[in-house]
């Protein structure tokens, strides 16, 4: 009998300790800012985001996959539209026939929002500058008030081929191309021995 009255007399204290540790945290909590209660607020938050995982995820990192892909292409486009040392006179500093046909292609046939027109610099800030305001003195006797795209500098390398070269090899390839002919009908002399054998 005293083991009993000694058992419920420890779990008594344990369950005192057990509230007073409890009120202690409660009063903490509210100490501070409310804590305990953003907790409990936060459980059904938290029980739906987790339910929802990874759906909430994906559109970030697809947008992370997407972006070397957009300077990609911004790089790309400013290799296209740019106008390269073959592009200029080497006395004049004048477009060259090749020079003036790139910008018309920017000017017409570019997508709008790639019609950015790019001068690869020259060996000095002058030299630069003059190829610049030549390409915009080209475009304003060429283009539509409304429609002047801008002319930057680039420092991207120039890696290509000369436009009057590649001009060269396409006439001398398209000058190789043989004269086409029609290839003779099969059959057509012998047609009416090879009808009667059946």
Known sequence: MPVATEDSSMSIRSLCSALLLLAGLCCAGLARGDGIIDFFKSIPEDTTRRNCWPKPFIYPDRQAAREPFVTMVSNGWERQNMLTEEHFDAETGKLTDAGQAKVLWILNDAP???????????LT???TAARIGTVEQFVVHSAAPSEFPPVY???????GYAADKYEFVTRKFQAAIPDPKLMPVAGSSGGGGSSSGH
Do not use: K, Y
Request: hydrophobic letters at 25%.
């Open 125 to 127: 800030p002058q030299q």
């Open 153 to 159: 500098a680039s420092t991207r390398s120039a890696d």
């Open 112 to 122: 709008e929002q790639h019609r950015s027109i790019f001068v690869h610099r020259g």
